[in-house]
């Protein structure tokens, strides 16, 4: 795995040189990224069903999904992994090449979700890439999708409610940053680069999306900072 040294001058593309370290990217900008991680494969293992569909959207390298692919309570459900960058997909067909019940292709999102009669849906920080004017279309698909009783993992990048609360937490978001070895020059850049491609909204936001798209089942299974985890089962 490479060490995340990206810096991009233009606006933020997942692009091969990204797709190459994004393990350890992930790892270094994601606060509490591992217990994020634990925490959704520990709720999303409750609502897996036999014989039923798993969606990843945006799946990158395919990490989102990798424990409940392997998990015992999925061995009789069909997985299917999307995204738009194809130096991801290249990444994520490698990994998950030979294993039966996993399908990784290119799909865009913004055409509404792919396969229907799913247990559980993945987004894990992408929407927050979709331009906002789609985010409706999207998770309405989703709820469409989804069998019910089964469940939306969402996680986001947020906005606070209170621009105060919102102003401490980016500058300690920032500080996590430099603890992991991100220099001032990559820090900076890499906020150029996402500003207006990254379009964070606030929890309640994305609570009303999912709200409007019939969702009733609501909670936060993970917060830390301007991150936010949130579970909607239909
Ligand atoms: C931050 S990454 C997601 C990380 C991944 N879910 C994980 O947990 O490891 C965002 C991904 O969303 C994908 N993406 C952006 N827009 C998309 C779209 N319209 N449809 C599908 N994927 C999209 C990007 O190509 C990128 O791979």
């Known amino acids: 795995?490479?060490?995340?040294?990206?810096?991009?001058?233009?606006?933020?593309?997942?692009?091969?040189?990204?797709?190459?370290?994004?393990?350890?990217?992930?790892?270094?900008?994601?606060?509490?990224?591992?217990?994020?991680?634990?925490?959704?494969?520990?709720?999303a293992r409750n609502f897996v069903t036999p014989y039923s569909n798993v969606l990843d959207i945006g799946c990158s390298t395919g990490l989102s999904s990798k424990r409940l692919i392997e998990c015992d309570e999925a061995q009789k459900t069909d997985f299917t992994l999307i995204d738009i960058s194809e130096p991801m997909l290249t990444k994520c067909k490698e990994f998950y090449r030979g294993r039966r019940n996993v399908d990784v292709r290119y799909w865009d999102i913004t055409e509404g979700c792919p396969i229907c009669c799913c247990s559980v849906i993945i987004s894990c920080l992408t929407l927050q890439f979709v331009p906002?004017?789609?985010?409706?279309?999207?998770?309405?698909?989703?709820?469409?999708?989804?069998?019910?009783?089964?469940a939306l993992f969402l996680v986001e990048k947020v906005i606070g409610h209170s621009h105060t609360i919102d102003e401490v937490m980016v500058k300690e978001y920032y500080e996590i940053k430099r603890e992991n070895a991100y220099t001032e020059k990559q820090i900076k850049a890499k906020r150029k680069a996402l500003a207006g491609t990254l379009v964070p909204l606030t929890i309640k936001m994305n609570e009303s999306l999912l709200e409007v798209a019939g969702f009733r089942k609501i909670d936060t299974f993970w917060r830390y900072l301007n991150f936010c985890g949130i579970i909607a089962v239909k």
């Open 132 to 150: 906002i004017e789609y985010r409706q279309k999207i998770i309405s698909s989703i709820y469409n999708s989804l069998n019910k009783g089964g």
């Open 1 to 43: 795995m490479g060490k995340d040294e990206v810096i991009q001058h233009n606006s933020w593309e997942f692009n091969e040189e990204v797709s190459e370290v994004f393990s350890d990217m992930l790892s270094r900008s994601i606060p509490d990224y591992d217990n994020m991680r634990d925490l959704m494969f520990r709720m």
